[in-house]
């Protein structure tokens, strides 16, 4: 089936690092990937959404120069918070689909700024 | 209005019940709808599609209807292992809208 694959899983770093995440479509080419985040006890809130070839498209209030997707082939798009802040802490799930396919997800990463 | 409303329970049954959850969508035009489960702190995994016929995998029966625009997920035979949250997922074309999740515990 369908693999995603997201790292790191984890992620620990001082405030005002920046941090990439990597989303990966193991065995399929994803025309789309879109990213996502979570707080605890809540339902994924949708981020961006990416293209191969073609700039994110941004929800609102997403900042698109703090949260940088590139998606430059159709089996790698990458995350890079950008000066990350506490309030940036939180569990950041990509998933990929392709065509008329349901939406796989990574395993999610799990970014803590102290 | 949410694109996607789900009761988020908690719903707690004991092992061996039937449970079932609805969802609405406020979108008509939606086009493929999905139920995944994701536990506590890991990803979303697909559980199944809703087809407009109706489709059943095993303990698991997902139903459409589109005219009332609600999915239905029921579970038979409640087991421990499906305590877990069930997501809701509507797909309009363009996007994917996700419910807040619905919490069921399985209790022995």
């Known amino acids: 089936g369908a693999v995603v694959s997201q790292h790191p899983s984890w992620v620990i770093c001082k405030s005002g690092t920046s941090v990439k995440i990597e989303c990966r479509s193991l065995d399929f080419q994803a025309t789309t990937m879109f990213w996502y985040r979570q707080f605890p006890k809540q339902s994924l809130m949708l981020m961006a959404t990416s293209n191969e070839g073609s700039k994110a498209t941004y929800e609102q209030g997403v900042e698109k120069d703090k949260f940088l997707i590139n998606h430059a082939s159709l089996t790698l798009s990458t995350l890079t918070v950008t000066s990350a802040h506490p309030e940036d802490s939180s569990f950041y799930i990509c998933s990929a689909k392709r065509s008329n396919q349901p939406q796989h997800f990574g395993d999610g990463t799990r970014l803590s700024i102290l | 209005r949410k694109e996607v409303e789900q009761d988020p329970g908690p719903f707690n049954v004991p092992e061996g019940a039937t449970v079932a959850f609805n969802c609405t969508y406020s979108n008509s035009a939606s086009q493929s709808f999905f139920w995944y489960r994701q536990d506590c702190r890991k990803e979303p995994k697909l559980l199944m599609s809703?087809?407009?016929s109706g489709n059943e995998d095993g303990r698991f029966t997902a139903q459409l209807n589109r005219a009332s625009q609600y999915i239905s997920l029921l579970i038979r035979d409640s087991k421990l292992s499906d305590s877990a949250t069930y997501l809701c997922v509507v797909f309009t074309g363009n996007q994917f809208y996700f419910g807040t999740g619905t919490s069921l515990t399985v209790i022995p």
């Open positions: 809703v087809y407009s």
